[in-house]
């Protein structure tokens, strides 16, 4: 298969996390005779500092002509203690969603079984999680309109959708359930938002085509909860907008590490693949930000393709480096020197040559690699 790739490694760890996902494809394009061909552009505070812009129509024309988009990780801290900031870097992020209609991010959560006791939360409460976060895109708080009164002393931001909006992913969200386990969270505030009531009027009518699914109501403030308490009880969960980015966020403490939580942003046309971190401008360049997530976001590139048997030698990789310890430090408690490049080779090993672990591991253990 032939793919053109746009990359958009953004800030911060941005770049590092995103060039071991395009190593890793790489080296599944040789392994499996696959073309993949990547194109590298600007978003974000990288795209300011050349063009005052976070998101230039150089870009956006870019990932419209690409088959897909791997994209890295968006802010810096020199925008973040100004809120009256004109031009921000999440504006690339925000404007790329929106300028795609990639209107459906899907977020798989997975308790690892060898990792488990790097989570904060009891093994016996996450043991076996496994949840697919069905997120709305481009609707809802962070694309209604917004108003700032002149003394600046008041302010709102509209949580605006329509009946088109809430369809369209609740359809993607059954079909998903049911592939799994037949049972779908909606997670709401029906009592209190009207947008709300929406969403559970129409989900209600929705789930009359799928019988065999299982529909559970939830409200946010309770499922924030129960996500902690007992994370098994969930399968597909959809939601709205800001109430997806807070839960997803909030289940990397079930897995351990945000490192380690990927995404997938779809539309009717485009799609685009990318860690839900963010630029973690902290730990930019010193080897040490966990590449598993954006390495995760490739192997969900190659599910939308229908390239499974590639996307699982990924998975299996991860695992394998999981399993032997080749993690970063967010996760590693037993080796030192594994750094983000590090990871990154030893699953590009590991694609090439899956039955040769240990030699691997020793190999990448020492700073080398079998692969020149």
């Not at 949580?159 to 993607?172: A, D, S």
């Amino acid at each position: 298969m032939k793919l053109n790739i746009a990359i958009l490694p953004g800030d911060g760890i941005g770049p590092e996390v995103t060039a071991q996902a395009v190593k890793v494809l790489k080296a599944i394009a040789m392994e499996f005779n696959h073309i993949f061909t990547f194109t590298t552009g600007l978003v974000g505070s990288a795209a300011i500092d050349k063009t005052e812009n976070p998101l230039p129509q150089e870009t956006i024309d870019l990932c419209k002509k690409a088959d897909a988009v791997l994209f890295g990780a968006i802010g810096d801290p020199k925008y973040d203690n100004n809120p009256d900031a004109k031009i921000r870097p999440e504006q690339g992020l925000l404007g790329i969603r929106k300028e795609l209609g990639l209107y459906t991010n899907i977020r798989p959560v997975i308790a690892y079984e060898d990792i488990l006791n790097k989570s904060s939360l009891k093994i016996k409460q996450i043991k076996d999680t496994n949840i697919l976060i069905y997120r709305e895109l481009t609707g809802g708080i962070y694309f209604g309109e917004r108003f700032l009164s002149e003394d600046g002393n008041t302010a709102s931001d509209v949580c605006e959708y329509n009946r088109l909006e809430i369809e369209r992913i609740t359809h993607l969200a059954f079909k998903a359930a049911q592939s799994r386990k037949n049972k779908l969270t909606l997670v709401d505030k029906a009592n209190v938002l009207e947008s709300s009531k929406l969403w559970r009027r129409v989900v209600q009518e929705i789930a009359l085509q799928y019988p065999n699914v299982k529909v559970n109501y939830m409200y946010i403030d309770n499922a924030a909860m129960e996500l902690i308490i007992n994370p098994r009880q969930f399968d597909v969960i959809l939601t709205e907008n800001m109430f997806g980015d807070i839960l997803s966020e909030e289940a990397s403490v079930i897995v351990g590490s945000i490192g380690l939580l990927a995404s997938a942003s779809t539309g009717d046309k485009h799609a685009m693949f990318e860690p839900i971190h963010g630029a973690f401008t902290k730990a930019a360049n010193k080897g040490i930000a966990n590449p598993i997530a954006s390495i995760l976001s490739a192997a969900m590139l190659l599910d939308h393709f229908g390239l499974d048997e590639e996307a699982n030698r990924i998975r299996e990789g991860v695992d394998k480096s999981l399993k032997l310890h080749i993690t970063t430090p967010d996760l590693n408690t037993k080796y030192d020197n594994i750094s983000t490049t590090k990871v990154g080779d030893f699953i590009e090993d590991f694609i090439n040559n899956p039955d040769e672990t240990n030699l691997n591991f020793t190999n990448i253990h020492l700073g080398q690699s079998t692969i020149i």
